[in-house]
């Protein structure tokens, strides 16, 4: 492969040709660091032309090739296998704001921009980029888009896909294809944006997008709700809905043990309520017209849901400070349970309207198979997405829980699957779920998706094992 490497080096300079276990650890391990591959190369393209060289180089050399972002994905999908026979084709070089149209409200941004920096540009235009998540800080557009990544604003404005316009593509043959078409119409046959969105690399590289803008907000306020059950929570939802509208852009569930893992491991944050409650929501209203009409909305809104003892008590953030204290509780969720020791973590929806019964019968049932397991149950609960986490008894040991990870999984996907839902909402499949997935697609919906595979890259060299 020396001849390989060498083309590489000339084609985006041998500065961006790592081979060195030290250089490249970073690009192979995941996110979490409980599992590192290896690689044949860590490759660092800067444009589009180059990314193009290197997939023909791949494919004239039969090298296998894991596009990456930011790495911070959590199913193993952006990290090579243990082989080190694929390079790793890290676009993080490549983070250009390519253009600004404020009339068309879009901006057109290469993959390896940061999601934050995206946010960033786009408030400076006096715009809103919505899409928001834990890891913005360093996930990138191309990961987002190749994930179809949610976040807390799906609600109001949908996941990734929601937001894109338009692609820029390199195929697993090594040709660009140029979609970044800011149309928010366009019916000339098969949408390819759509086929190339959540396919997690394995049918191409995404090397740009052209994202959707909005306007920035007049007013955004932020309020936490106590009740005591899911099932009051989406009583409160639909309440929401029917007061706020479209301006109803955030609806976030939190149980009873989340806080209490905030409260035990960022004691610096401060809580809300004197007393504790089993069911939490974050809400938060983005209003086009004013602060008063936006609060006269959310004072309507907790008075009567109030008045009708679906929650028990509630704050309204007054000020940005206040505002942003809410939301680091839920901010801080992930953090605290990750110092809280290990934990199974899933990423599942189920239609909101069945979310209260999942709960209670998932809960029940892993109580009964592992007793005083548990539940950190959080997550966007106006979308339907919950990550349904589960942390060992408080005096069993992390290692010996983690061993009873598959049969787990089992008994909560399969709770999924009977309430309708998806054992992935937003993370993808990656490695992880490559197999588990085939357990409850129809083989029908497997035959056409392997079908799109072999036809769009039929030497399997786009990340291989994962997805499929």
Known sequence: MSEFLQQCRTVVGGQNVLT??????GYVTEWRRRLAGRAL?????????EVASIVRLCNT???PVVPQGGNTGL????????SGTAIVLSLNRMNKVRAVDQINNTITVEAGCILAQVQAVATECNRLFPLSLAAEGSCTIGGNLSTNAGGTAVLRYGNTRDLCLGLEVVTPQGEIWNGLRGLRKDNTGYDLRDLYIGAEGTLGVITAAVMKLFPQPKARLTALAAMQTPAAALTLLSMAQSTCGAALTGFELMSRFCLELVARHFPQLPMPFADPYPQYVLLELSDSESEEHAM?????????????????DAVVASSLAQSKSLWNLREHIPMAQMEEG???KHDISVPISRIGDFIEQTDRLLQKHYPGSRPVNFGHLGDGNLHYNLSPAVAASDRDFLENVHAVNQLVHDSVHKFGGSISAEHGLGAQKREEIRQYKSPVEMKLMESIKQALDPLNLMNPGKVL
């Open 296 to 312: 006269a909305m959310f004072e309507g809104l907790i008075t009567r849901a109030l008045e009708e003892d679906v929650i028990q």
């Open 61 to 63: 050399h039969r090298v």
């Open 342 to 344: 290990l934990n199974i």
């Open 41 to 49: 190369a860590v490759v660092r393209p800067g444009s589009t032309e």
């Open 20 to 25: 060195g276990e030290a250089d490249m650890a």
């Open 75 to 82: 199913v193993l999908g952006s990290v090579p296998d243990d």
